[in-house]
């Protein structure tokens, strides 16, 4: 282990301030991450074995699949903040900070509150059984835990800003512990309710966001009362007139992000519909174990978003493009690891999870392609966003938005479960040839035209 930290700080550290603090925020994140990552792969056993029928877990996993749209509905106002707040801070202005701080929490709260009213109009005209194609929870109880988790899911959306927040500052590895924390923390009391035979969904739901929203608040009052204290939000601090700078950004972040949505969170949906609820458990077990490549990508690329900002609000381009080249060097072992993972997916699997799942080789396969390719993808997303650069990548994620579902499910009705995966393939493979060349367009061409100019900007 402290070998591959070596490795990393070898590679990115190149004697600036900035690199430092990269460094540090990827190594420590890199310990909290293997820490999450054992701790996710025990959760999702305990979890498995705590409901006990294989289409309870499934449906569990499609209610957070779904439910996870909800961090969407910012408007992309956690992303334009700490674009924001990154751009504040490296030019020292601490009062612009506090007011984009203040003015995005009082924006933030105004959303909650209106989704939370939408919610509680619409719910009772909904049949849930119906939108998770199963029957295995009565009506009645499955309405209650969806009330249960989407007011719970919608107060740590809006205390979920203390992670963009942040960011802004490089302190990546904030995030991550607050993850760490929630998870264990949930893993110990399902562990000790599994023990003690007190088994059900709703009371999983309730420990489940109840231990969420509890850390982010602590979280959020420790930071602003300690380390973001000269930036902690205040009602006179609050600028409406900063709100379309925040929104014009943000709307954009926001398109992006309905697209991802559909990309990235509509796969159990589809398989559920298609092929019915018991064919998310090893879709989502496969995805799970190549989830460490994606971790791991994470892990790397996160503390550099708003180090992509600070430099190039400095107009450090040559820093940018170098650690691009060190990025490039990372995807060798990348895609060495995920074939590795490939050819011993069975025997992985079947120490894990024993013997209850079979996973199809075809599906393993895919989501290996699938990884590497949302990786190379995720190298470039995150320093457009960093410098503000999304408008091309708005267009691109919108194409490949409008027909990946309709591909994922006639892909689902040929070949089953390994279509969806496919159609995820087919969607992003689009940027990843387009974003290099964005990239060199912005970087590297001395020839600039209006046209792509505009598109690119």
């Not at 927040?165 to 893993?187: E, H, K, M, Y």
């Not at 608040?217 to 609050?238: E, M, N, Q």
């Amino acid at each position: 282990m402290s070998g591959l930290f070596i490795t990393i700080k070898n590679l990115f550290y190149s004697g600036d301030s900035l690199s430092a603090k990269v460094v540090k925020n990827i190594i420590y994140s890199a310990l909290l991450k293997f820490i999450s990552i054992l701790v996710s792969f025990c959760l999702i056993r305990v979890t498995y074995d705590y409901l006990r029928q294989e289409d309870i877990y499934g449906m569990w996993l499609t209610i957070l699949s779904l439910l996870s749209w909800i961090n969407f509905f910012d408007i992309g106002l956690g992303q334009s903040l700490r674009n924001r707040l990154a751009e504040a801070i490296a030019l020292k202005d601490t009062d612009k900070g506090r007011d984009y701080v203040s003015t995005s929490y009082v924006i933030i709260g105004i959303f909650v509150i209106t989704l939370l009213l939408i919610y509680f109009a619409i719910t009772p005209y909904i049949n849930w059984n119906k939108v998770f194609n199963s029957y295995v929870i009565d009506s009645y109880h499955l309405r209650k835990l969806m009330n249960l988790t989407v007011f719970f899911y919608l107060l740590s959306f809006f205390l979920s800003l203390i992670k963009s927040i942040s960011f802004a500052f490089q302190d990546a590895v904030l995030p991550s512990l607050f993850g760490v924390i929630s998870n264990t923390a949930f893993l110990i009391i399902l562990f000790i309710l599994y023990k003690c035979n007190m088994s059900g969904i709703i009371i999983l739901a309730g420990v489940y966001s109840g231990i969420s929203t509890a850390v982010l608040a602590i979280a959020s009052i420790y930071l602003f009362f300690t380390k973001y204290r000269d930036i902690r939000p205040r009602f006179k601090s609050v600028k409406f007139n900063y709100a379309p700078d925040l929104l014009s950004l943000g709307i954009k972040f926001f398109i992006i992000q309905i697209a991802a949505l559909i990309i990235f969170t509509t796969d159990n949906i589809v398989i559920t519909q298609v092929l019915g609820p018991a064919y998310v458990t090893p879709y989502q077990i496969a995805f799970k174990l190549f989830s460490i490549f994606s971790m791991a990508a994470s892990i790397i690329l996160s503390p550099f978003w708003s180090a992509y900002t600070d430099a190039y609000s400095k107009g450090d381009n040559r820093w940018i493009i170098k650690i691009l080249k060190k990025h490039m060097c990372l995807m060798i072992p990348l895609i060495i690891g995920v074939a590795l993972t490939v050819l011993f997916s069975k025997q992985i699997i079947t120490i894990w999870m024993g013997n209850k799942i079979q996973v199809p080789f075809l599906l393993i396969l895919l989501i290996g392609i699938y990884t590497v390719m949302f990786v190379w993808n995720s190298i470039f997303a995150y320093i457009f966003n960093g410098i503000g650069k999304i408008r091309s990548s708005l267009i691109f994620s919108v194409f490949a938005a409008v027909i990946n579902i309709p591909i994922s499910i006639y892909l689902a009705k040929q070949i089953g479960v390994s279509g969806v995966i496919l159609g995820n393939i087919v969607s992003l493979s689009f940027g990843a040839v387009l974003e290099p060349i964005k990239f060199y367009y912005i970087f590297y061409s001395k020839e600039k035209r209006r046209i792509l100019d505009e598109l690119f900007s």
